[in-house]
C-alpha cells in the first residue's frame, strides 16, 4: 500500500519556523520524485519545492526560493520542508506528493496534508 503522511503543521507567528514531515512506505520512496505542494482555500493548488531522490537534485518556485528548504533522510524513509521566516502568506494546507522516475512526471500519490497557519 502507498502511503504518504505528513505531520508537522501548526500554528505560529510571522517569523517562526516549522519543519514539516512526510513519511512514506518503502515502496513509494526508492527512486522516486518527491514534491511539496501548498493549497489556499479558493485558489489553486501551488507546488513549492522538489527533489529527486535519485540524485538528490532540488528545485524550488519562485516563492519558495531564500526560505523553503527540501531535504529527505533515506534511512527514515521520510521527506523534510522547512519554512523559515513564516509570512501570513504562507497560510495553507501543505502536502507531499510523489511522482514515478523524474520530476516531470505526474504526481501520483499524495498525502491528506497539514496545515499551517501563520499569524
Known amino acids: 500500500e502507498v502511503q504518504l503522511v505528513e505531520s508537522g503543521g501548526g500554528s505560529v507567528q510571522a517569523g517562526g519556523s516549522l519543519r514539516l514531515s512526510c513519511a512514506t512506505s518503502s515502496v513509494v520512496f526508492s527512486d522516486n520524485c518527491f514534491a511539496w505542494f501548498r493549497q489556499i482555500p479558493g485558489r489553486e493548488r501551488e507546488g513549492v519545492a522538489s527533489?529527486?531522490?535519485?540524485?538528490?537534485?532540488?528545485d524550488y518556485s519562485n516563492s519558495a526560493k531564500g526560505r523553503f528548504d527540501i531535504s529527505r533522510d533515506s534511512a527514515k524513509r521520510t521527506l523534510y520542508l522547512r519554512i523559515d521566516n513564516l509570512r501570513p502568506e504562507d497560510t495553507a494546507m501543505y502536502y507531499c506528493a510523489a511522482a514515478p522516475g523524474a520530476c516531470d512526471a505526474s504526481f501520483l500519490f499524495w498525502g491528506q496534508g497539514t496545515q499551517v497557519t501563520v499569524s
Open positions: 527533489i529527486s531522490i535519485r540524485n538528490g537534485f532540488t
